[in-house]
């Protein structure tokens, strides 16, 4: 069993915890334990060109860009699991990563230039972003709060122009699709 | 209560298809349906497996990203499948992501263990795992009402229980077709057969309607009623010519049901009795017979009846005129192939003549008899005064007497001695015919020895040698065999030879009768006179050599004959002769015998 699997049920009994009336350091803590198992999950649910990958025995990279609010949770949670016979794992920079580097990028909410940020890693790679404005400046899929709820968006166009297939089962799962 | 045994065949043919059908359908169908829940159980389970496999698929995502919406619209799509109760997807921790119910909210239980498929008697029970990308990340439950197995074996039960239906009502209406078939044919014979029965008319024919094993029976049947009609109408010819030939004869005639009841007299009977058939048939002739004939005339009828022997009966019957004339009526027993008597057929003859005379013939010989008997009886005293005198006049008057006296007075003498032995011998002959009989057994060879012993002196005189086997007891009286048997023995050594008589006596048992014979190697008798001997004073030796009076035979026959029996000789010139006579060899006929030759 992979870390996220033991990880899910503890992530998915703290959900209850996001519907609480008021905002905490836990509930924030929280919140970011749900979104780096749904950036994992992701992972499975995309389909990457060959040409995303510098050899077929490449892990998929996630790459945290920039602040990183995960902490080690998701270094936990990727222990272990794998995508379409590639291993995960868990990158972080403050740089624009190379060509094939990352497969996953995370760009957290306060980041500026984000749509710079976004035009700048190429084809290839699924960016995963924060707020409702993340698809407009390019992103693929946004992380939003609904109903005190982690759901995201998806930009379909974004995915497409990326040459990344994503699942319809990942799509119909998103609050909303973009085209 | 009628069994199937006795009900019409139209119905047992109706019966028997549609037991068949039921039979075969219900065979079938629940075949089908065993197969098919066999069958179907498989199919459930693949199919379930298939549909749990798409649902758990199709969840991965909810699952993954904690949607139950997602997940609740995913199960929502098994409202497609009516049979589907409920179904719950559990996250790993056991806890609900969504859940589908049918009807309403049911409960979710725990999740099983165990990833299977299992049929419980509620229903089917599917737990799938929910993977991915190799991982468990749930559990799919789903439950399946058996509804459907329920339902397809109604579906199959209305459908065999619909066929048979259909199939017993296609029987019953062919049966009217097959009664056409089978039945009718059958119906027709049976009618025929009773037409036959009740009217006795055997041009009836029965009509052929099939080629089939019931037209080879109507074929044979109607062959049987050809055959049947000719032989009745052989017998209807036969009677005709029976009564023909009855009709034309002078003797009177009649024919009798086995029962004794008269069925038919002839013309001659009416013409003589004066009354009509029918007022003499039955036992209507019981009218016309002589009161005093009629108690023993109707007791031998009956006999005969019962046992079938033939009847014969003398007795007086009436003739129109009121006059009485004897008649001898005989009957016979007429059998069919199986021995049974079928008929009595009867004549009766006019013999009141021929008894007349019988009666005038046996009291002429009564009064013959009566008169020999008295006539030697009487005779014997004058013929003792001649012996006894002459015999006293040779004494006495001896000197007297010249040569010639002498030799006349001897003649006188031997003339008296032949004439007293004559007399004896006749007296003898007509006791023969009027001695009582004897009941009791009597040792012949008893009786022989002192026949022998009578025979002494004549035995040692001629030096005969006498033998005899070991001999039966009869029913006959002893003076009567030993008069037989010394007759028989005497002549044997009287008509000898010039060699010394053998004489040999013995007895065998031939049927009914004991066959005694005396052999003996004398000078034999020509066979021209065989039955002659046996007569009143016939005698072949009239010369000197052999004396005799020529009643010894004529005595022994109306002995044996007394008793029934019969006596007869066989011989040849030179060679010997072998008298032989019969006596029955039990007591009851001997009395029969008596009687009859009594009567006759």
């Not at chain 1, 990183?68 to 699991?81: M, S, Y």
């Not at chain 2, 013995?506 to 004991?514: F, I, N, Y």
């Amino acid at each position: 069993m992979g870390g996220i699997s033991r990880a899910l049920p503890v992530l998915l009994a703290c959900v209850t915890a996001l519907m609480l009336p008021s905002r905490t350091v836990a509930q924030t803590d929280l919140e970011y334990q749900v979104k780096a198992a749904f950036l994992l999950n992701f992972a499975k649910f995309v389909e990457w060109p060959s040409s995303a990958f510098t050899d077929s025995d490449s892990p998929i990279a996630i790459c945290i860009l920039g602040k990183d609010p995960f902490g080690r949770a998701i270094d936990d949670l990727v222990q272990g699991e794998a995508a379409d016979g590639r291993k995960l794992i868990v990158r972080r920079t403050s740089q624009l990563p190379a060509p094939q580097a990352c497969q996953v990028a995370f760009v957290e909410g306060s980041t500026k230039d984000v749509a710079k940020i976004v035009n700048g890693l190429g084809r290839g790679v699924l960016t995963v972003g924060e707020g409702g404005s993340f698809l407009r400046e390019g992103g693929i899929i946004a992380f939003v709060i609904e109903n005190r709820r982690v759901r995201f968006d998806i930009n379909q166009t974004a995915a497409e122009s990326a040459a990344l297939k994503l699942s319809s089962k990942l799509l119909s799962v998103a609050r909303s699709i973009e085209k | 209560m009628r069994t199937f045994r006795d009900i019409p065949i139209r119905q047992k043919l109706v019966i028997i298809i549609m037991a068949t059908t039921t039979a075969a359908l219900l065979v079938a169908g629940f075949g089908i349906v065993l197969t098919d829940s066999l069958l179907f159980r498989g199919y459930l389970r693949r199919d379930l497996s298939a549909l749990a496999r798409i649902i758990a698929d199709n969840s991965t995502a909810a699952l993954a990203f904690n949607d139950p919406k997602s997940a609740a619209e995913t199960l929502g799509a098994l409202r497609a499948r009516p049979h589907v109760v409920g179904a719950c997807i559990y996250r790993l921790d056991g806890s609900i992501l969504a859940r589908y119910s049918r009807q309403g909210a049911s409960a979710c239980p725990a999740p099983d263990d165990r990833d299977e498929i299992r049929f419980t008697s509620q229903g089917v029970i599917v737990a799938q795992p929910i993977l991915l990308s190799g991982h468990r990340i749930g559990t799919l439950m789903l439950f399946y009402d058996l509804d459907e197995i329920a339902e397809r074996i109604t579906l199959y039960g209305s459908t065999v229980f619909g066929v048979l239906l259909a199939s017993s009502l296609l029987a019953f209406l062919l049966s009217s077709k097959l009664r056409a078939v089978i039945a009718t044919p059958i119906s027709q014979l049976v009618r025929a057969t009773t037409s036959v029965s009740e009217t006795g008319d055997y041009s009836t024919r029965a009509e052929k309607l099939s080629g089939d094993e019931l037209g080879v029976l109507v074929d044979r049947f109607n062959e049987m009623l050809a055959g049947i009609q000719s032989r009745d109408q052989e017998l209807k010819r036969e009677r005709e010519q029976f009564r023909f030939m009855a009709e034309s004869m002078p003797q009177k005639i009649f024919t009798a049901a086995p029962a004794g009841g008269i069925d038919y007299f002839n013309r001659q009977w009416m013409e003589y009795s004066g009354l009509s058939f029918e007022q003499i048939k039955d036992w209507g002739w019981t009218q016309f017979v002589h009161p005093d004939d009629l108690e023993e005339n109707v007791r031998s009828w009956r006999q005969s009846i019962d046992t079938g022997e033939p009847f014969t009966f003398e007795h007086r019957i009436r003739r129109a005129d009121g006059k009485y004339r004897w008649h001898l009526s005989r009957a016979h027993a007429m059998l069919d192939a199986y021995g049974n008597i079928s008929m009595w057929i009867g004549s009766n003859t006019d013999i009141h003549e021929q008894k007349e005379k019988e009666e005038a013939l046996r009291r002429a010989n009564d009064d013959l008899q009566q008169f020999a008997y008295s006539a030697s009886h009487d005779l014997q005293e004058p013929i003792r005064n001649v012996a006894v005198y002459s015999e006293i006049v040779a004494q006495r008057y001896h000197s007297v007497l010249d040569a010639d006296g002498q030799q006349f007075l001897g003649f006188l003498k031997e003339g008296g001695r032949r004439l007293a032995t004559l007399v004896n011998d006749l007296l003898a002959y007509t006791r023969a015919g009027t001695a009582e009989i004897n009941e009791t057994a009597v040792d012949s060879s008893a009786v022989l020895k002192h026949s022998l012993s009578s025979l002494a002196e004549a035995i040692r005189e001629s030096n005969a040698q006498v033998t005899y086997d070991a001999l039966p007891e009869v029913y006959m009286g002893e003076a009567h065999l030993q008069q037989v048997l010394q007759n028989l023995i005497g002549n044997a050594l009287k008509y000898r030879d010039q060699d010394p008589p053998r004489i040999h006596v013995s007895a065998v048992g031939r049927g009914a009768v004991w066959c005694f014979s005396v052999q003996d190697n004398g000078i034999g008798i020509d066979p021209q006179f065989k039955e002659i001997i046996f007569g009143v004073f016939k005698r072949l030796h009239h010369d000197r050599t052999y004396s005799g009076t020529g009643i010894g035979l004529a005595i022994c026959q109306r002995v044996v004959e007394r008793y029934g029996g019969r006596i007869w000789v066989e011989s040849e010139p030179g060679k010997g002769a072998t008298f032989f006579f019969t006596v029955p060899q039990r007591a009851q006929s001997v009395r029969a015998a008596a009687l009859d030759s009594s009567t006759g």
